[in-house]
């Protein structure tokens, strides 16, 4: 079946997603991150397109961006291969470290681009992972500094100064976007257990470890009797991941 060609925006502002292949993995450690945002910067000025805010998330990250000459696909192929080449060389892996083309959705008004600007910055806030004002891998600080890589002028036009536009960022979002998980009574009780075996004080710390951190703390898990699902549910890594994690025998 052929590919839909991409909905174009004639004011040029797009939400772009891409995930790692099967949920997996794509920032490792500090390093790999860097090397991903080094990578953005680089190609949106060989290509021409303009990063309003990013952020980027262990198996995926998002860019709200302007693009006024097309190239949107250009830019989002040369940063994939680019990063893909660097990750799988680093990892000594070989595929597709990316699921399929990435997505971009355009941005049709300016409440739809204040609201993912809002959501892009919430990420890792929804994730449980950490505060958008202490998150080290989106772009947050530079709405209150000057910030000469990214084209916050697009978001900060809208706000008589940076307290109204803090304030936005972390009201709340509509109930609907709120509403609790609801877990399996033996997931709260792996949910215990793992706090107190891995000594954190939330399961999602697990997502900030360092590779070899995670697996070691997954192979605790299993020692202990938790299930791949169960970890999977609970922790939120991969399951294919945690497949490949072998416990003792």
């Given at each position: 079946?052929?590919?839909?060609?991409?909905?174009?925006?004639?004011?040029?502002?797009?939400?772009?997603?891409?995930?790692?292949?099967?949920?997996?993995?794509?920032?490792?450690?500090?390093?790999?991150?860097?090397?991903?945002?080094?990578?953005?910067?680089?190609?949106?000025?060989?290509?021409?397109?303009?990063?309003?805010?990013?952020?980027?998330?262990?198996?995926?990250?998002?860019?709200?961006?302007?693009?006024?000459?097309?190239?949107?696909?250009?830019?989002?192929?040369?940063?994939?291969?680019?990063?893909?080449?660097?990750?799988?060389?680093?990892?000594?892996?070989?595929?597709?470290?990316?699921?399929?083309?990435?997505?971009s959705r355009v941005v049709e008004n300016e409440a739809d681009l204040l609201n993912v600007f809002k959501y892009i910055m919430n990420n890792p806030?929804?994730?449980?992972?950490?505060?958008?004002?202490?998150?080290?891998?989106?772009?947050?600080?530079?709405?209150?500094?000057?910030?000469?890589?990214?084209?916050?002028?697009?978001?900060?036009?809208?706000?008589?100064?940076?307290?109204?536009?803090?304030?936005?960022i972390l009201s709340p979002f509509p109930e609907e976007d709120n509403k609790p998980v609801v877990l399996k009574d033996r997931d709260k009780d792996?949910?215990?257990?793992?706090?107190?075996?891995?000594?954190?004080?939330?399961?999602?710390?697990?997502?900030?470890?360092?590779?070899?951190?995670?697996?070691?703390?997954?192979?605790?898990?299993?020692?202990?009797?938790?299930?791949?699902?169960?970890?999977?549910?609970?922790?939120?890594?991969?399951?294919?991941?945690?497949?490949?994690?072998?416990?003792?025998?």
């Amino acid at each position: 079946m052929a590919r839909r060609p991409r909905e174009k925006n004639e004011n040029g502002f797009y939400h772009v997603i891409a995930r790692g292949i099967g949920k997996m993995i794509i920032f490792e450690n500090d390093y790999d991150y860097t090397k991903m945002i080094e990578l953005l910067f680089k190609y949106s000025d060989e290509c021409k397109v303009k990063i309003i805010a990013y952020c980027l998330m262990d198996n995926h990250f998002h860019l709200l961006i302007k693009d006024d000459f097309d190239a949107i696909s250009l830019f989002m192929k040369k940063t994939l291969v680019s990063y893909s080449y660097y990750f799988n060389e680093k990892y000594q892996r070989s595929g597709h470290l990316f699921q399929n083309r990435f997505v971009s959705r355009v941005v049709e008004n300016e409440a739809d681009l204040l609201n993912v600007f809002k959501y892009i910055m919430n990420n890792p806030v929804k994730a449980c992972i950490s505060s958008c004002e202490d998150y080290k891998w989106c772009n947050y600080v530079d709405f209150f500094i000057e910030a000469p890589k990214t084209h916050v002028k697009y978001i900060k036009d809208f706000f008589a100064n940076e307290d109204a536009i803090s304030e936005f960022i972390l009201s709340p979002f509509p109930e609907e976007d709120n509403k609790p998980v609801v877990l399996k009574d033996r997931d709260k009780d792996a949910i215990t257990i793992t706090i107190r075996l891995l000594e954190i004080e939330n399961v999602n710390d697990i997502r900030l470890f360092s590779r070899e951190k995670r697996d070691n703390a997954i192979i605790k898990l299993k020692n202990h009797g938790l299930s791949n699902r169960q970890i999977e549910r609970i922790t939120g890594i991969n399951r294919g991941v945690i497949q490949r994690i072998k416990g003792e025998s």
